[in-house]
């Protein structure tokens, strides 16, 4: 991951059209507000809407109305930063959009060298999970094709062309190519395809080089990725699983909770983030 260029956080202000603060955003969506005639500047730092919007915005969220600090949340470093998810893309890709979708609450700045501290401790603490809900890091419902494997390593023999393979092995490594070439035609290439019926599957160059990219194992239709699992698992169960990477948040921002944002809402869903950055 490399770091932001950018400030992650703008701190421009919005205001109602009381002159009340709605919330904070950045270069981009004042400018949505100004192009559109929707707001008028007040500062170089502040708009105001010129129109009576229907919701208090964040007006009763202390958390979007602070001066956010652009720093990172561990040691306090303004170098290098990234910004983290709370709940990894892993986990956060199975669960409902409106949990997800516009939770900067659920995005904290760390910089490199954290970033990198967190990341070995999430590493264990997956394998942890993984091995808690029975759900391997690399999924469930695999389908193993050992023929394809064999066909493919025949077909790279062939393709190398060495001289030093003995005749009678030439004619296994062909004969293995013919018999998965034509009982695993459907997998190939519709040009290649058109060549099998008039040609010898060892022959034919394009057909081994895709018989050498086909896979030996691949997703059932059972399939299931470990994070789906999990978070399903979390659901039906309705246990809540935090974890503590061990790293002292010190600078963490005063009014942000590890049981807020996507937090909160997983927890009225009875799923709780599977990864957390700050202890507590």
Not at 128 to 145: K, S
Request: hydrophobic share 35%; glycine share 6%.
């Amino acid at each position: 991951m490399l770091p932001r260029q950018k400030a992650i956080y703008e701190n421009f202000r919005v205001l109602d059209s009381s002159g009340r603060l709605l919330f904070r955003a950045g270069q981009k969506r004042l400018d949505w507000y100004l192009s559109r005639g929707l707001a008028k500047r007040i500062d170089p730092e502040t708009i105001q809407l010129t129109f009576a919007n229907k919701g208090d915005g964040r007006r009763n969220e202390p958390f979007y109305l602070q001066d956010m600090q652009n720093k990172c949340v561990v040691c306090g470093s303004s170098q290098a930063l990234t910004q983290h998810h709370i709940v990894p893309y892993q986990y956060r890709q199975y669960m409902p959009e409106a949990i997800k979708s516009r939770s900067s609450y659920d995005l904290l700045p760390l910089c490199m060298k954290c970033h990198d501290t967190y990341e070995r401790s999430a590493i264990k603490f997956k394998q942890h999970i993984a091995a808690c809900f029975g759900a391997p890091l690399d999924g469930v419902g695999w389908e193993e094709r050992p023929e394809i494997g064999r066909a493919g390593k025949a077909a790279a023999a062939l393709l190398s062309r060495n001289d030093r393979i003995p005749n009678a092995r030439l004619d296994q490594l062909k004969d293995i190519v013919r018999d998965v070439a034509a009982s695993h035609c459907s997998l190939l290439s519709a040009d290649s395809q058109a060549q099998l019926p008039d040609a010898d599957a060892a022959d034919l160059p394009d057909v081994l080089r895709e018989l050498c990219e086909l896979k030996a194992r691949v997703r059932g239709p059972e399939f299931q990725d470990h994070g789906e699992i999990v978070v399903g698992m979390l659901a039906d169960s309705q246990r809540c699983v935090r974890h503590v990477s061990g790293l002292q948040a010190d600078v963490c921002r005063g009014s942000w909770r590890h049981d807020s944002g996507v937090a909160e809402a997983l927890c009225r869903l009875r799923i709780a983030p599977v990864i957390c950055p700050t202890t507590g």
